[in-house]
């Protein structure tokens, strides 16, 4: 006697659509994109600068790749800056570009970072103790992920790729400077040197990670503008911005 196969059930939640939203509230939320991005491209300005100088002097190559990801950062901001302002707040094309450009500035971190943290190791090159570095790093685990937070809620709201990639380089800001706090503080603790350059490698590693992502657009991919009322989600899609 054979055996009978049963169905399997499957029972899935049904989507429903993010309504649609004003001229007016679109121009509203895109001023206050514009107005993080603003205040990011400030703080990211004494970050990098801080960050670097602290970095050279301490002959630390996480410092100083945390100063250039802050600078990459801010060249982000001014992008999504860029794309909302004038007649680009509505434009889809400014959209894709900025998603594009936000997505580019992690490519270009990571082969400095990567290569000049490889050769401390393999040099056994040694940081010295940087307090201003140390410092830098708690005031951006702090701020950064209050940032990230209310551009990504902003993305989703907007149906912007580019807002959330910009939101998530300030979430890896954070990581990074979490990391970073570490391998300073075991620098200056315990001596361990090598906490450095690893803490390097990481920051290259990630902004790999983090480009892809953005290059794709994944996070907001399969939406359309918020202003046609058609936010429905693609067969299979698992993004945050279409439930």
């Not at 894709?96 to 580019?104: M, N, P």
């Amino acid at each position: 006697m054979s055996a009978v196969e049963l169905p399997v059930l499957t029972f899935t939640e049904p989507r429903t659509p993010s309504p649609a939203i004003s001229r007016e509230r679109y121009e509203q939320l895109a001023r206050r994109a514009r107005l993080l991005s603003w205040l990011s491209l400030g703080w990211m300005t004494i970050e990098g600068a801080v960050a670097i100088t602290a970095g050279v002097l301490a002959s630390s190559v996480a410092l100083v790749g945390f100063g250039l990801d802050s600078a990459i950062e801010g060249f982000a901001s001014v992008i999504i800056i860029w794309r909302f302002t004038g007649h680009r707040v509505f434009s889809d094309d400014a959209e894709e570009r900025a998603q594009k450009l936000v997505a580019i500035q992690f490519f270009l971190l990571a082969p400095y970072v990567g290569i000049e943290s490889l050769r401390v190791l393999i040099e056994g090159e040694h940081p010295s103790v940087s307090v201003v570095g140390i410092v830098l790093a708690v005031g951006s685990v702090v701020l950064m992920p209050l940032l990230a937070g209310a551009k990504e809620r902003l993305a989703v709201q907007l149906g912007s790729a580019a807002t959330k990639g910009e939101g998530r380089q300030n979430m890896l800001c954070a990581y990074l400077a979490g990391a970073l706090f570490v391998g300073l503080l075991g620098n200056a603790v315990a001596g361990a040197w090598w906490l450095d350059p690893a803490v390097g490698l990481l920051v290259a590693g990630v902004a790999v990670k983090e480009g892809l992502e953005a290059w794709s657009g994944e996070g907001c991919s399969c939406t359309s503008s918020p202003l046609e009322g058609a936010r429905v989600a693609a067969d299979g899609c698992d993004d945050v911005c279409c439930r």
